[in-house]
T-cell receptor, first 110, second 117 residues
């Protein structure tokens, strides 16, 4: 699976959009970009995933660059409950094994 | 979405005893489950892959005789920490993938916090 690089931490204001970057320059053609988040002392929660097209669901939007070397997770209106560690993962679905990197610790402030 | 349930949520045990953690898929069958361990302020570390009906596959550096994994049915995998020591205190999390190739999602249990005293 591709190694991903994310900022260690970031703060964002409640009610504003939170843009979380991820670099995955070694991603292969059949690897999807997955985003999970982990709220303190809980199991990770799936957010969104994509291959090359931008994706949107009720939680977030995922913007993947055309060369697929990086992506951005967008939380459109951050709330205090979005405070969590966000993980960007390159995932070969056929292998079914998720390997977590360091993630980004996001703190949403009032 | 699919639900994965872990039990217990937390456990305290004495050094030298064994502890069993259960991971159940409640509304789907899981031929494969994964076990992770997470120390404070660190990321999740994959320990092993649990396979229904066959032996588990352990990641490098994980002692298979210490962390016994049994996947006896399509909805249950267990992790037994044998002869637990304080350094085994950690947050243990299981997950199960759902879906087909190209559209897979991993669902996670709520985790089990093990404290060895």
């Amino acid at each position: 699976d591709a190694k991903t690089t994310q900022p260690t931490s970031m703060d964002c204001a409640e009610g504003r959009a939170a843009n979380l970057p991820c670099n995955h320059s070694t991603i292969s053609g059949n690897e999807y970009v997955y985003w999970y988040r982990q709220i303190h002392s809980q199991g990770p929660q799936y957010i969104i995933h994509g291959l090359k097209n931008n994706e949107t669901n009720e939680m977030a939007s995922l913007i993947i660059t055309e060369d697929r070397k990086s992506s951005t997770l967008i939380l459109p209106h951050a709330t205090l409950r979005d405070t969590a560690v966000y993980y960007c993962i390159g995932y070969k679905a056929a292998g079914n094994k998720l390997t977590f990197g360091g993630g980004t610790r996001v703190l949403v402030k009032p | 979405g699919a639900v994965v349930s872990q039990h217990p949520s937390w456990v305290i045990c004495k050094s030298g005893t064994s502890v069993k953690i259960e991971c159940r898929s409640l509304d789907f069958q899981a031929t494969t489950m994964f076990w992770y361990r997470q120390f404070p302020k660190q990321s999740l570390m994959l320990m092993a892959t649990s396979n229904e009906g066959s032996k588990a596959t352990y990641e490098q550096g994980v002692e298979k005789d210490k962390f016994l994994i049994n996947h006896a049915s399509l909805t249950l995998s267990t992790l037994t920490v044998t002869s637990a020591h304080p350094e085994d205190s950690s947050f243990y999390i299981c997950s199960a993938p759902v879906g087909t190739a190209g559209n897979t999602e991993a669902f996670f249990g709520q985790g089990t916090r093990l404290t060895v005293v």
